[in-house]
């Protein structure tokens, strides 16, 4: 069975995602995301969509899982490189994306989480598990 | 039908040069004033059409005129349709090159069976419909020329995009000028997007300084723009808002509580770069705390 | 309107909506239309097309390149015989849902389209149909 690779990268997690997605890969990718937040402690999530030439409301929602999901973890997450006909299109859909963090590609995702990591932190979050 | 046709051609080789030069002189009167030169070619182009017209009779004297006997008058006035498009002649001035040679054919006609009104009857019928035909066909082909023309010079304007600027490492600047439709609005969104992807950039300020209306069009254009650069990771500020544009939006109910927006594209800038982490400091303060040490 | 060509499709699983998305991408792009206008017909038609599965029961999707006169255009046509929707009106509004979607389906088609239309009877089916011209 296929599964999208998730690659550890310093204290960050990374996900690229470069399939058109079915739900089952979907559902296992978050299965596959929440498990390695846990065994790798991780403080953050990026997930490239840089090759993703679609994002529809399923996407979406998905997006906003794992985004969910790893900040129960204590975990950040960041999406980065939205194709700009995607952006478009998202905003024309209507789908809110409200609270997802979004950056332009992995090296300014990783800043963007570092700061809020930094920013977590000193709010002394309390929904974390920590 | 065929039989009666064919007397119009009769009648036409008879009386053609009668028939031309009476048209000539019906078009000045029902298109415009022309110049010598209009005149001559004017002139030149009635006279080929009447030989095109011949010919075509000769080959077909059934008066279908899509058919493949009739092409050559066909190409004709599409052809003379579109020089008077480009040339700026209007659609009644392009149209009355057909139609107004009715008065002469009908004369050259009422002269030839004078003594037999059914004929005289039967034959103008004939005349006017083929004419009418063929009037229709240039006003068509008219029409499809003056499209054509609108269509390029939108193409045209579409091409003149913004340039987008690039105002500092990571931030750029889409000064727009000028009245700004919803397909030209659409382009330039498109490139300052992608502009943005490209140079890595995390600030882009749209400057409406130049922009003489906001419709809510374009200011939902603008909102999208600046939501979409937002999903991709970047953040949009507006500037040049002036106090009528200001109006402008509040009662057209468009909600800008989101976005950044500055009076100038200098405070925007000022903004992006203090955002940025970075800070405007003056040269002489920089001297004199160097010479200081 | 002539249709100068058609194609029918069938959504039976989940990996048929990703079968749907690229076979409306390569007809957008047969068409001309440009990468943006491409992105939000494809997206549309993935809606539809989960929605087919999802609410209808499986059904299937009618792809077909058409003429107006002096313009052509794509519509995608999504077809099934399941329960139908009740309340037409109320699935239009943004954020309605019966299952876990985020109910963004029928509406934002619509928006993303130049035309819509909906027919639906409950316990006979739904079919919708969206447009895109060049």
Redesign the interface.
Known sequence: MERIPILKMGEFLLVTIQV?????LALTLQDDLTAQIVKFRAHGVLIDISAL??????I??MLASIASMAHLLDAETVV?G????????????????KGIR????VE??MI?LRGAILAAEQDGDASGIR | MPTANSKLLEVIEKREDQITGQWVEQQQTTGRKLTAAEREQANRQSREFVRALKSALQRNSGGDVSGPDWSGVREFLVDLSSRRAKDGYTPRETASFVFSLKLPLFSALKNEFGADPKAIADEVWLATLLIDELGLLTTEAFQKSREEVITRQQKELLELSTPVVRLWENILALPLIGTLDSARTQVVMQNLLEAIVQTRSDYAIIDITGVPVVDTLVAQHLLKTVAAARLMGADCLISGIRPQIAQTIIHLGVDLSDVTTKATLADAFELALRRSGHKVVGQEAASTNAAAR | MRVVSAESMEIRVSDDVVLVRQAVRKKSIALGLGLVDQTKVVTASSELARNTLDYGGGGKALLELVENGTRSGLRVTFEDQGPGIPDIQLALTDGYTTGNGMGLGLSGAKRLSHEFELWSKPGEGTRVSILRWK
Not at chain 1, 53 to 58: G, L, R
Not at chain 1, 82 to 97: F, H, K, N, S
Request: hydrophobic share 50%; glycine share 8%; charged share 25%.
């Open positions: 058109d997605m079915h739900d089952r030439e679609i994002v529809d409301s399923f979406g929602r980065v939205m194709q700009p006909a995607v952006a478009i299109t998202l905003v024309e859909l209507g789908l809110p994306m979004t950056a332009l590609d300014k995702g963007a």
